[in-house]
């Protein structure tokens, strides 16, 4: 009600403008000023439509791994990694890793990255897929030009507004030394944890907490969030057929190119592109997640006319 109230003052105030600037009461710069703010009011409402299913609002995990390519691959990780923590931090939301493999000489080989606050899944889930980078790379003497690849997964974080049931003779724990910066207990104690849920397999690990016990809270909360998203691709895959054009949450699926030495990143499934690399890298992906949304909202409304 707020929103639509915001509009419609929005709306109120370009129309008096502009009876005013025909009147020669106001310049056509204020008129502009007044449409411009209407339209980005509407524009906002329209965005947050498209966050209409129950899981849009939760938290978000981003998991994070490098593909082939060795250092360079790992570096790519990296970056992708401060990209998604500079956005979250830029939006206010709670960020915190939960795990992190180095890479062999630098970089990460994968890491996991908790999003904490309202509708941090709904905006990030048009990330999944293969991110690929091409730059002149630092790690090569001869200053080639290089292809790199990472895989960006973008799961919801169960609470306690969703309720998962798990048979604790259904898991498998493992406990072992956290890696990384932390505190000197990262070496002396087992306090990082892993779980495998057999029936599925799906494996969950947090090295994030002091405590064995907080870990283990947090790892069986990350094992819930997985089956629920497994239960919610169970339940679109029997209600929708696969279309052609849709991207699939795999290896493979590349939806975005980072191309640094021609300034240019742009999103393979919406067309979406900018110039301003460094500032996306910075954490700047507005454009990039408000594109996929309102992109998904239109293919879904041709779908239904058809």
């Not at 309102?294 to 293919?299: A, R, S, Y």
């Amino acid at each position: 009600m707020a929103q639509y109230t915001e509009i419609e003052t929005a709306v109120g105030d370009a129309e008096v403008l502009l009876e005013f600037q025909k009147a020669g009461e106001a310049t056509e710069a204020e008129v502009d000023a007044a449409y411009n703010k209407a339209l980005t009011a509407l524009d906002e409402i329209e965005f947050r439509s498209t966050l209409d299913q129950q899981e849009d609002e939760l938290g978000a995990v981003i998991e994070i791994n490098a593909g082939a390519g060795g250092t360079e691959a790992c570096d790519w990780a990296a970056m992708l990694s401060r990209m998604y923590f500079m956005w979250a931090e830029a939006n206010d939301y709670k960020v915190s890793q939960l795990w992190q493999t180095p890479g062999d000489a630098a970089g990460i080989k994968s890491v996991g990255l908790e999003i904490d606050g309202d509708f941090a899944y709904g905006m990030l889930k048009g990330e999944n897929g293969v991110h690929r980078l091409v730059r002149v790379s630092p790690y090569n003497a001869q200053g080639k030009r290089m292809t790199s690849f990472s895989s960006v997964f973008v799961h919801p974080m169960v609470d306690d507004r969703i309720e998962v049931e798990i048979n604790p003779a259904d898991l498998e724990w493992d406990t072992f030394r956290a890696s990384g910066a932390g505190g000197q207990h990262v070496n002396k104690t087992e306090s990082a944890v892993r779980v495998r849920h057999l029936p599925s397999g799906i494996v969950c690990e947090c090295q994030q907490e002091r405590s064995q016990i907080q870990n283990r809270e947090k790892a069986m909360q990350m094992l819930k969030s997985r089956l629920y998203e497994m239960e919610l691709e169970k339940q679109k895959a029997a209600k929708e057929k696969i279309e052609s054009g849709k991207m699939k949450n795999e290896w493979g699926s590349q939806i975005r190119s980072y191309v640094l030495d021609d300034r240019r990143v742009k999103d393979h499934r919406t067309g979406y592109q900018t110039s301003q690399t460094d500032a996306v890298l910075d954490g700047d992906l507005d454009g990039f997640l408000k594109a996929f949304l309102m992109n998904k909202t239109t293919v879904g409304i041709a779908e239904d006319e058809d």
